[in-house]
């Protein structure tokens, strides 16, 4: 639809009227004007996952429907910004999506097309001059159309009215993506109500507009790169509040220069620019919903009844009595108690700076909840903002997990014993802390090793950051994980040595003494270890199934390092109050595109307990994707019911392994066994760390160490490539009484499949196959690379089929995206003139920044063309990483065993035995019945003699 200008500046004319007394004097220049196309509800539903739809829809007469509506608010949008132009107490510019429709065009071909739109519109005499450069990101890119946004003149953005251009304002319910509103309710009411929830504060992210508040206008500012410090240099000079609860490094940068945003923000929540009229466009009128426009329309209404409102829609009911429930004691609270944060983008081209703003109720017991849903409103109507969400509090989601890495066979240890065992690699963890005197991370010449300063002669922990506390808790999550990554005995072999005993650990101690976890920013965060740890393992997460804001800056962090790779738990959402199976359980940040999510099997052995089937079954309690935009999650899957790690005791020195060493969901001493993705996750880390070691010692392409072949810096991109690339197919879900769910590559609930080494890289005469990789890669735009591999099996290689996985790492897209992956690249691969599509798939993949293609059946002799092709990029070209197992000349696997997974007999054999018990049964049963037959018979035999006996007494009865 494109509606009437004058009827946007009609509307135009009321509210200003309200706030300033003062009319709009472009209407004369602009009555022949239309607006540009702007998207349906519909349409934007399929591009962002916002509040919009919820605030726009339940009405319930046919006059008063979502989509009339909605062409009101838009038009009120438009004049808002029009009329900015033209009054100098408000923003100049506001945030707009400009989509571009064009046909046959990749989106870097539409983003060129949308740039020389707007300069040239821009350099029009006809137009307001845009000062300054346009700084437009992705928030959708598909075959169709392409949607960036930014901020733009609204007389710039008004002009684009060629048919090929779609351009939406962004209004407040845009901003925030959807589950804000009652995130915002529930973590409000938790905060208030968790007597455990000492140092939790609800807690909103905003995604600045590009090129607002950038890091070179911070350097600028303090002239020259010597102001700028790092996140650790700052945080060790920072002076902290020793009576706050904020965690350290929670704190941001500074604020210079943002003041404006703050301020801004801060001046609408007062309860004097509510409503009345004063130097502030008042707050009830940046929001459509609760404007005087808003209630105009409804009076102009026909089937609207003012004294029975139900025609109005329900959110905008909420937002109304919010504003009219607002308390004057929430000034005082928005005045003190919220703290600010920045963290600036140094890359304006592709990453938004971000804010948050933290709201710290301590001491309060009656704020209204209508204090914190206004505060929402005030955020999302700075134009500086262009996207915001409330963070979820989050919470925590061997040696024969080792061999079932390493080999799948009982006690064998290949890599271990080839020296790969994760020595040189450091792996940076995020949890409830560690006990740092359990002999597993002891270290006799640094007992205490906490602080910033990363220290690489520890012998086990090189850093203890400590964001929340010093200390684990009684058998506490973070030791446990810390174990199974990197855990070992520092007086020789342990029970519970790690996946990577070799490698040192960097611990970010973001949990208090009751488990809680209090984690600082994204980037303090995934700082910790750095630049030596090249890997971060985080066994926590959100129930949120969305992509938020905290997933986006995860994504952007491996973005920026490319070196550097996230290992996230997927949740233990997947079975709930009696309910199995449950979809789209996978929680933040583990819904980031750039990260692997991790997925939990069943354990095999003593550490398997009682009843549940063996290791080629996925736990019930692992969640299960898709992401809210469809994704495939989790990635992989490894051991995590039951796993043995070290256990720790803060009130013990030296707990080590007891004489009786602790079964299935047991503990002793300083041993533990418990299950979750959280256990899964460390196993996939301390894997990881093997796979860089394996490159940095030279292993590859030989399979044997080589001085000559280093490879000292491989991406975050191959080792995911090689992890997945080798990931095996696991039987179905163990759900326990309920039965086996089916599962197969690719679904929901393994994704890849299972972690396995033998089938990931090669080790002469110890694994199944030879591996050849392409990293850091880079195709262009349109373009296809193409890469021939031969299968070579003159020398002994017996593996049967030809794996072949692609890889790539992204920007972060925007928090609540539908189509969050915005370079889309396609793997296909041609054998014996087939072309192989990835991913199951029958067509391209358009969902997933991962493909993978496998050939069962290949021969000796046989070639097969890998092709990449940068189907539609959002920029000119994209890295990549490209990885293929198979046989390519080296020599059989001569390891003796059977794998655990294949011999894996157990849904047999619970079936077996189920039969067995039901056979039993049956037979007492039957026993029983036959017992009481024949006790019947005797029973009427006996009663018969009697009534013989007595044969006149029964006839007189009767």
């Known amino acids: 639809p494109s509606p009437s200008l004058i009827t946007a500046l009609s509307i135009t004319t ?11 004097s472009s209407n004369a220049n602009a009555e022949q004007q239309q607006l540009p196309t702007y998207l349906t509800l519909d349409q934007l539903n399929l591009v962002l996952d916002s509040e919009t739809d919820t605030d726009f829809g339940n009405f319930s007469s046919q006059e008063l429907s979502d989509s009339s509506t909605w062409n009101e608010a838009i038009r009120y949008e438009w004049s808002k910004g029009l009329a900015a132009e ?26 060129v ?35 960036l946004y930014g901020q733009l003149m609204a007389s710039v953005a008004i002009s684009l009215t060629d048919d090929v251009f779609v351009v939406q304002p962004v209004m407040a319910s845009l901003k925030m993506i959807e589950g804000s509103v009652e995130g915002m309710k529930e973590e409000h009411a938790n905060a208030l109500g968790d007597a455990t929830a000492e140092g939790y504060f609800p807690r909103v992210d905003m995604g600045l ?39 350290i490094g929670d704190e941001g940068e500074n604020l210079d220069g943002v003041e404006d945003i703050t301020e801004a923000i801060t001046e609408l929540l007062l309860s004097e620019n509510l409503n009345n009229n004063s130097a502030v466009l008042p707050l009830s009128q940046q929001f459509y919903m609760t404007s005087q426009a808003y209630i105009d329309y409804l009076d102009n209404s026909t089937n609207y009844d003012d004294d029975d409102n139900e025609d109005q829609s329900k959110r905008a009911k909420m937002w109304g009595d919010a504003m009219d429930n607002y308390q004057t004691s929430c000034d005082e609270t928005y005045k003190t108690r919220l703290t600010w944060k920045i963290y600036r983008s140094t890359q304006p081209e592709r990453s938004a700076s971000q804010m948050q703003v933290v709201y710290n109720n301590t001491g309060e017991t009656d704020i209204d909840a209508s204090c914190a849903l206004v505060l929402l409103l005030a955020i999302s109507a700075n134009p500086d903002v262009c ?5 979820r509090e989050v919470e925590p989601s061997n040696r024969i997990a080792s061999f079932m890495v390493e080999s799948e066979i009982q006690n064998e240890y290949p890599f271990r014993a080839r020296g790969i065992d994760g020595t040189g690699e450091t792996v940076a963890v995020s949890d409830t802390g560690v006990d740092s005197d359990n002999c597993y991370f002891y270290d006799p010449e640094k007992p205490q090793p906490v602080g910033f300063t990363f220290d690489a002669s520890a012998r086990k922990i090189d850093q203890y950051v400590p964001f929340v506390d010093t200390r684990d808790y009684l058998y506490g999550h973070g030791t446990h994980v810390a174990g199974t990554i990197a855990g070992k005995r520092w007086d020789g072999e342990g029970a519970a040595d790690g996946i990577a005993p070799g490698a040192t650990l960097a611990v970010a101690d973001i949990g208090n003494e009751n488990g809680d976890l209090r984690p600082p920013n994204d980037k303090t965060l995934l700082s910790t270890g750095r630049p030596n740890a090249q890997i971060h393992s985080a066994s926590w997460g959100s129930k949120f199934n969305f992509y938020t804001s905290r997933a986006r800056n995860f994504d952007q962090y491996m973005f920026e390092n490319d070196e550097f790779l996230i290992i996230i738990a997927a949740g233990n959402s997947g079975s709930e109050d009696g309910a199995y199976d449950i979809p789209n359980s996978v929680g933040d ?16 052995g003593h550490s398997s307990a009682a009843g549940n089937l063996g290791p080629s079954h996925v736990a019930d309690f692992s969640s299960r994707g898709p992401t809210a935009d469809g994704r495939m999650k989790p990635d992989i899957v490894a051991v995590g019911k039951s796993v043995l790690s070290a256990g720790g005791d803060p009130n013990v020195v030296g707990e080590c392994d007891p004489s009786r060493i602790p079964r299935a969901n047991e503990r002793g001493g300083g041993l533990l066994s418990i299950q979750g993705t959280s256990m899964a996750t460390p196993v996939v880390s301390g894997t990881a760390a093997l796979v860089r070691q394996y490159f940095r010692d030279g292993y590859y392409p030989s399979g044997k160490k080589n001085s000559n072949d280093p490879y000292p810096n491989p991406s975050g991109a191959l080792i995911k490539a090689v992890l ?17 769910t089916d599962s197969t590559p690719y679904d929901n609930a393994q994704g890849f499949g299972r972690l396995s080494l033998q089938d990931s890289v090669y080790l002469v005469g110890e694994t199944n196959v030879q591996l050849k990789v392409w990293d850091r890669e880079r195709v262009i735009d349109q373009d296809t690379n193409t890469y021939n591999v031969t299968i070579d099996k003159s020398n002994g290689c017996q593996a049967e089929g030809l794996s072949v996985t692609l890889v790539w790492v992204e920007e972060g897209s925007s928090p609540g995206c539908m189509n969050c992956v915005l370079n889309d690249l396609d793997l296909s691969v041609s054998f014996r003139g087939q072309i192989y599509l990835p991913n199951g798939r029958k067509s391209p993949d358009r969902t997933n920044i991962v493909e993978r293609v496998v050939i ?77 037959c024949i006790r019947r018979r005797k029973m009427r035999s006996r009663a018969g003699n009697n009534i013989d006996f007595n044969d006149d007494e029964v006839d007189e009865r009767a």
Request: charged residues 15%.
């Open 113 to 147: 097309a949308i740039t020389a739109a707007i300069t040239n519109v821009a350099t029009s005499a006809a137009t307001t001059t845009e000062e300054g450069e346009v700084y437009l990101h992705t928030l959708y890119n598909e075959d169709d159309y392409l949607c």
């Open 856 to 932: 069962n059946g290949v021969e000796g002799g046989e070639t097969a063309t890998i092709s990449v092709t940068a189907h539609n990029l959002v920029w000119q070209s994209q890295k990549y990483a490209l990885v293929a197992t198979g046989c390519f000349g080296g020599v059989a696997n001569t390891l003796q065993g059977e794998s655990v997974f294949d011999s894996d007999n157990s849904q047999k054999r619970r079936q077996i035995i189920i039969i067995s018990v039901c056979v039993i049964i049956g037979v007492l049963l039957l026993g029983c019945v036959t017992f009481s």
């Open 387 to 391: 996207s915001l969400d409330v963070r």
């Open 14 to 24: 009321t509210i200003l009227s309200l706030a300033h007394s003062q009319t709009v």
């Open 209 to 247: 507009c590009p090129g607002v508040a950038l890091m070179e206008d911070k350097v600028e500012e303090e002239g020259g790169e010597e102001g700028v410090e790092s996140y650790f240099e700052y945080l060790q000079q920072v002076d902290r509040d020793p009576s706050s609860n904020a965690a």
């Open 724 to 740: 997945l690339n080798g990931a095996q197919r696991l039987k179905g879900v163990d759900n326990g009484a309920h039965g086996v």
């Open 589 to 604: 940040p583990a819904t980031a595109k750039n990260v692997i999510a991790v997925g939990a099997h069943n354990s095999w």
């Open 86 to 111: 033209n009054i100098s107490l408000l923003p100049q510019k506001y945030p707009y999506l400009i989509c571009h429709t064009g046909a046959n065009m990749s989106g870097w071909q539409r983003r």
